[in-house]
């Protein structure tokens, strides 16, 4: 699937519409509406505590919303069930444990026990979703010996399993040294080429994101700020909460 072939692009649209999330009289999100289109890769930026990872919890069905997901096919009229693909910040597991990087994909895929061995079908789909990420040469490695770059890379073939309509990245490259911050966006970037997703990335470094995004959000409760990465960036609001002087 690319992203030039629009008979199979999959998902034309996804809409939030005024969605908010509140735990208790604590208000967290408020009058979300956006719409997330096939292709874009967009940057969300903002303060801590803005609510941007709440704000995948409630695209991933995690948390009681407010509002409407509503999901657009090109070629359908009726909505259909959005394949969601996500990239948490860190996978905490025992580094001690001998946990294979294909234990992890065969534990994903299939409800068979480990200690009966991985399936030809485990191996094949988890070699290809490697092989995308520049990865396949980890597919017998354990976990705990990964770096923080190769383990997010490895998450990121994970969710490609089945490539989805909707990636979200929630700050995937927290921790991981220059050069494989880099490489992971380039990846990103070429997915989104290739199979026509849509992108939303929680990002803390906003010079790093801007360059690779499409577009890019500032919320802080609600979106503040909503463009190309240049022009939000240069808008007041991002300006005083960043401390950006003049």
């Known amino acids: 699937m690319t992203a030039d072939n629009n008979d199979l692009c999959g998902v034309c649209c ?18 979300i509406s956006l719409h997330i289109h096939c292709g874009e890769l967009t940057a969300v930026i903002g303060p801590n505590g803005a609510g941007k990872t709440t704000l995948f919890r409630a695209i991933l069905g995690e948390v009681s919303h407010s509002g409407k997901i ?29 946990v294979s990087v294909l234990d992890l994909f065969s534990a994903s895929l299939s409800r068979r026990p480990l200690w009966l061995g991985h ?3 485990a191996r094949e789909i988890a070699f290809d979703a490697l092989k995308q990420v520049e990865a396949e040469n980890l597919l017998r490695s ?27 990245l929630d700050e995937p490259v927290s921790g ?3 050069s494989g911050i880099d490489l992971f966006y380039r990846m990103v970037s070429d997915l989104r080429r290739r199979y026509h997703m849509a992108i939303l990335l929680v990002s803390h470094d906003c ?3 801007a360059k690779h995004a499409d577009r890019m959000l500032f919320l802080n409760k609600s979106v503040l700020a909503d463009g190309k990465p240049e022009d939000v960036l240069a808008s007041d609001v991002v300006k005083m909460t960043f401390g950006v002087v003049n």
């Open 119 to 121: 399936s030809r079908r």
């Open 14 to 31: 996804t809409r939030l519409e005024n969605l908010g999330v509140s735990f208790g009289r604590n208000e967290v999100l408020k009058d």
């Open 70 to 98: 509503v999901n657009e096919l090109r070629h359908q009229k009726e909505p259909h069930d959005l394949v969601i693909g996500y990239v948490p910040q860190k996978l905490d597991f025992d580094t001690t444990s001998p």
């Open 142 to 168: 354990r976990l705990g010996t990964l770096s923080g770059g190769q383990l997010q890379r490895v998450l990121l073939a994970l969710a490609l399993s089945p490539p989805p309509d909707l990636l979200l």
């Open 176 to 178: 991981v040294d220059p």
């Open 207 to 209: 010079a790093v994101a």
